[in-house]
């Protein structure tokens, strides 16, 4: 698999932008959560994804209202940050990558869910 990049520069940010740049997209999108993406949740073909790191505040805001479970969920996305930190610095392969979340995130997701593998 290769990896692709391409920006489109629109004025403004309504949904008309991506709307037209992606009118023919397939795939998996990550955006940063703002509003004009929420469209394509309806588009079949298409899964959205999330932005860690906007989640993650989320957390750290909630910290105040309930610290010990903020605390817990940060330190679950600290542990999976670790994962992938080890991926980038070992420049591990796609399938490489798969391998070790798997082995390492994996479980992190399915202990924060409190489900068993």
């Not at 932008?17 to 703002?34: A, N």
């Not at 490489?96 to 924060?112: F, I, S, Y």
Request: proline fraction near 3%; aromatic fraction near 10%; include cysteine.
């Amino acid at each position: 698999m290769d990896k692709l990049v391409y920006f489109d520069y629109r004025k403004g940010r309504s949904r008309d932008g991506p709307l037209k740049f992606l009118e023919r997209f397939r795939g998996t999108i990550q955006t940063d959560g703002y509003s004009a993406y929420n469209i394509f949740e309806k588009h079949e073909g298409i899964t959205l994804l999330a932005c860690m790191a906007h989640a993650r505040r989320k957390f750290e805001k909630a910290l105040d209202n309930d610290l010990e479970r903020a605390e817990y969920a940060l330190k679950k996305i600290q542990d999976l940050y670790k994962t992938e930190r080890k991926a980038r610095e070992s420049k591990l392969s796609y399938d490489q990558r798969k391998e070790l979340r798997q082995k390492e995130a994996l479980p992190v997701h399915m202990k924060a869910l409190n489900v068993q593998p």
